[in-house]
């Protein structure tokens, strides 16, 4: 079971990369050569990631990216929507036709507790938040700490 998408994951790096620069306009073809990801596909990714309202494109020179609202505001959860729908760890097998015992089900029920609480941390999971690891993490790096 995967929880993340390949789409979602390269979403999330790029979107990394973008709050990154502070404000500063990033295009495509600073995302690539930073992500290693293909520009065709990348730029798709980028036109989801617009359409869903998270970041702003501006087109012809000087065009790129930028974040639609603070870092601090866009959520794991809310990018994982976008890519690959809801977070979902567990799908009755036999739906509400076949059995009877849909609504009662300990393991369905222990599984939903779990789900529960993985889009409650993936919704406080935010672009600042990584950002912030990922800066303490090579903050340590360099005093000769290691993580």
Do not use: W
């Not at 306009?25 to 989801?48: A, E, F």
């Not at 303490?136 to 360099?142: E, Q, V």
């Amino acid at each position: 079971m995967k929880l993340i998408n390949r789409d979602a994951d390269y979403a999330l790096k790029a979107l990394l990369t973008v709050a990154g620069r502070r404000g500063e306009v990033t295009t495509v073809s600073d995302l690539t050569r930073v992500l290693g990801i293909p520009r065709p596909y990348l730029r798709k990714i980028m036109q989801r990631l617009a359409g869903g309202g998270v970041v702003r494109s501006f087109k012809g020179r000087g065009g790129g990216f930028l974040l639609s609202r603070p870092a601090g505001k866009i959520a794991a959860a809310e990018v994982m929507r976008i890519f690959q729908g809801d977070v979902v760890l567990h799908d009755c097998l036999f739906k509400k036709a076949v059995c009877p015992d849909m609504s009662t089900c300990p393991l369905r029920l222990a599984i939903g507790r779990l789900e529960r609480r993985l889009v409650n941390d993936l919704e406080r999971l935010t672009i600042a938040s990584i950002l912030k690891e990922q800066n303490g993490r090579g903050a340590a790096r360099k005093k000769g700490g290691s993580l």
